[in-house]
């Protein structure tokens, strides 16, 4: 579980805590579970029994070089050597979930070249995806909530994106004020 945000409240509930335990569902007792919640937020997956795993207390993720070709991370084990590994995916938000990924794989008992291979073969359309359109650069980010537009303007100024036009368009069910709230100190308001 890569973290939970406020997003689909009328269905999975108001606080992230009620989030959290929604979402805790999927979990099984005794069967191997990675997180990166906040540690406020484990006992929620602890009550289920599973044999979870969290950042910070199994394991450490290190971000490395950000560029528009990927994500450099480790993954850095206690008293082990670190896994150096590379995704395709843009931003520190992507490694986290990458190194999260590759860890669930390792639990699972998928060998470290398989889990590069795989990271390699990484591709998520729509997530600070890079187009090219008759001659002119876009980047297209499907993002739907503040954490999300948060993470999005974040791994833009990463890459030294700062002279961009951003178009912005949400559904009526999403926090639109918090999204561009986000996103407002890296571009102009437009309405």
Do not use: C
Request: charged share 15%.
């Amino acid at each position: 579980m890569t973290n939970v945000a406020l997003d689909h409240t009328e269905l999975l509930g108001h606080t992230l805590g009620e989030i959290a335990v929604e979402k805790a569902g999927i979990l099984r007792p005794g069967r191997p579970a990675v997180t990166a919640l906040d540690p406020d937020l484990w006992p929620a997956l602890q009550a289920t029994g599973a044999d979870l795993w969290a950042v910070g207390r199994d394991f450490q993720v290190e971000t490395g070089a950000i560029s528009e070709r990927g994500s450099h991370f480790a993954v850095v084990w206690p008293g082990q050597q670190p896994w150096e590994l590379q995704t395709p995916l843009i931003g520190q938000h992507s490694a986290r979930n990458a190194a999260l990924a590759a860890v669930a794989a390792h639990r699972l008992g998928v060998e470290l070249p398989a889990v590069r291979a795989g990271l390699a073969q990484t591709h998520w359309p729509g997530r600070l995806e890079r187009l090219k359109v008759q001659g002119q650069t876009f980047w297209l980010d499907g993002t739907h909530n503040p954490a999300g537009a948060q993470a999005t303007a974040e791994a833009l100024r990463a890459l030294g994106l700062e002279d961009l036009t951003l178009i912005f368009g949400a559904a009526a069910d999403k926090d639109v004020a918090g999204v561009a709230a986000a996103l407002a100190p890296r571009w102009a308001a437009y309405s």
